[in-house]
């Protein structure tokens, strides 16, 4: 049998719990040793598999970056065309599956044992799980994706040669403001509320009970246990791990993107420093920096800090957009928007026989795509986090509350962006690039300057925590399952992390941070769905032993 406590860190099941008998040792496979003055502990096929094709990816890209811009542009294509159907339907399997979770007599299940309690309070489980799930995506299309919904919606339907060639959600509201409103929020809160966070419950719900109940390592493969067996340690185990990192490093690499090209939106309009390939590339290569000091400094010191700290500053400015906004507009708007996509959730989530293809394909697929590539990284993340929750608390708290903070987010900054087209005839932040749109909707508040500077560093330390994170969680998969190896291979894959983001900026800018991300999400899509089948094998066990 494992014993994950000797050489991981990771604590044994504490009171009953149905613990995997298997002959594999944590570590077997990994080659321990030092590099000069670093120590080595990595596991042998997963991480120089993983390492060399990523180190050679970098390379490719920035040597031939036109002909690494077409072939991005020819994987976005296909995949979006011909798989668009499976990933809209892979994610409304794992929104129904996770709410089964929370009704089923599965809820009752501990993670970590009967006797287990939880390792953080509320606020510091809140901080850090929403930090690395959602951060940089919620500054980067908080106000630009409601208003764009809304301007496709409000827009004349086109049709060339029997098909759409518009954005519009569903079949838009030409002409009709207050529908248009309604559609374009529900199309916004629809890529921001369940369905996301349905994907990470379920990948982070499989690591925590095959880790913390079953005794196995803190890997993706783990959780395969019901179906491979013994096998799982053996090569159908390290495809499975070397897609996983593969997935959340493009994943990462795409986010990482958005908040350079944001960062450097906002720097230009308040410092004049130049919009572009260099200023974004200087921009991640020192935000990698701080990464890197945050990662040397561990979860707790380093992750769980800054979370909490960007938590705070991201409540304060929705505070003051909601207070010096047109606050009872807001809070009526939060409500109707709710409302709005509860109505059209049923035929947002039709994955067949769309008219729609322009935002089925080129924003739902690509979105599903996106939360799925960061299913490893963020599932890995909320397992180790929390331990000591019962199975129905943990769905319940993953999946509902931050859902409803995503909706308010998306309410207040798109509500008060919407409200400036509508009422004040301001259309500066609609009219403006994505990457400026924020921006451009705090400039006729009060204290201009100071909340677009606020929403500079929150960009920068929401890149930060998700670069910190992402490196933790690769670490652990590519070495074995160990959650203290040293600390260079972090360091590693912090450094390569920001070198992906910078090879694809530079091999064709945010379209090729789109590609990669819904080919890699698109792989991983099938274990997503197969884990589902595993964790509710695994729960069965936990409630035969009890």
């Known amino acids: ?248 490093l493009f994943g990462l690499a795409t986010s990482l993107g958005f908040g350079a090209t944001q960062a450097n939106a906002g720097l230009n309009a308040l410092f004049g420093v130049p919009i572009g390939t260099t200023s974004e590339v200087v921009l991640i290569t020192a935000i990698t920096a701080v990464a890197l000091i945050s990662v040397m400094r561990g979860l707790d010191g380093g992750v769980k800090i800054l979370s909490e700290i960007n938590m705070g500053l991201a409540a304060l400015l929705a505070v003051f957009v909601l207070l010096v906004g047109p606050t009872l507009f807001l809070l009526t708007f939060f409500w109707d928007s709710l409302l709005a996509y509860f109505t059209f959730l049923p035929a947002l989530s039709n994955p067949f026989g769309r008219a729609d293809v322009n935002f089925s394909q080129g924003w739902t697929a690509f979105y599903w795509a996106w939360w799925i590539s960061w299913s490893p990284f963020v599932g890995m993340f909320i397992a180790r986090v929390s331990r000591g929750r019962t199975v129905r608390e943990f769905v319940t708290c993953v999946l509902i509350i931050p859902s409803f903070v995503c909706i308010a987010w998306m309410a207040i900054f798109g509500g008060a962006a919407i409200n400036q087209v509508l009422a004040d005839g301001y259309t500066a932040a609609q009219d403006a690039d994505l990457p400026l749109q924020l921006f451009k909707m705090l400039e006729p508040m009060p204290l201009a300057g100071i909340t677009s500077f606020v929403g500079i560093v929150l960009v920068i330390v929401f890149f930060v925590t998700s670069s910190d994170s992402g490196s933790l969680v690769i670490d652990t998969i590519t070495a074995g399952g160990k959650i203290d190896a040293p600390i260079p291979q972090r360091v590693f894959w912090c450094i390569f992390e920001g070198a992906v983001a910078i090879a694809l900026l530079v091999g064709g800018g945010l379209a090729a941070l789109q590609s990669m991300v819904i080919s890699t999400g698109l792989l991983f899509t099938v274990v997503l769905l197969l884990m589902c089948w595993c964790i509710w094998r695994g729960l069965a066990s936990e409630l035969q032993k009890a």
């Open 1 to 248: 049998m494992t014993d994950a406590s000797v050489d991981t860190g990771i604590p044994e099941p504490e009171g009953h719990s149905e613990v995997i008998t298997t002959d594999y040792e944590i570590g077997q496979d990994n080659i321990q040793g030092s590099l000069g003055p670093f120590g080595l502990d990595i596991h042998n096929p997963v991480f120089l598999i993983s390492g060399l094709a990523v180190v050679a990816f970098v390379f490719f890209t920035l040597a031939l970056p036109e002909q690494a811009a077409a072939i991005f542009s020819a994987m976005f294509d296909f995949t979006t065309k011909n798989f668009d159907w499976f990933l809209l339907g892979s994610a409304n399997l794992v929104v129904i599956f996770a709410l089964l979770l929370i009704v089923t007599p599965y809820g009752s299940v501990r993670l970590g044992g009967t006797d287990a309690t939880p390792d953080y309070g509320y606020p510091a489980w809140f901080a850090m799980l929403f930090a690395a799930g959602m951060g940089i995506g919620l500054m980067f299309y908080g106000v630009s994706e409601p208003l764009t919904h809304f301007s496709t919606a409000f827009g004349e339907t086109a049709i060339e040669n029997d098909l759409r060639t518009d954005w519009a959600p569903l079949g838009g509201a030409s002409g009709d403001e207050a529908a248009s409103v309604r559609l374009g929020m529900a199309a916004t809160i629809f890529h921001w509320g369940l369905h996301p966070w349905a994907i990470y419950a379920t990948v982070a719900l499989a690591l925590a009970l095959f880790t913390y109940n079953k005794g196995l390592p803190l890997t993706i493969r783990s959780a395969f246990y019901p179906i491979l067996g013994e096998r799982v340690w053996g090569w159908p185990g390290h495809i499975i791990d070397i897609i996983a990192v593969f997935a959340t």
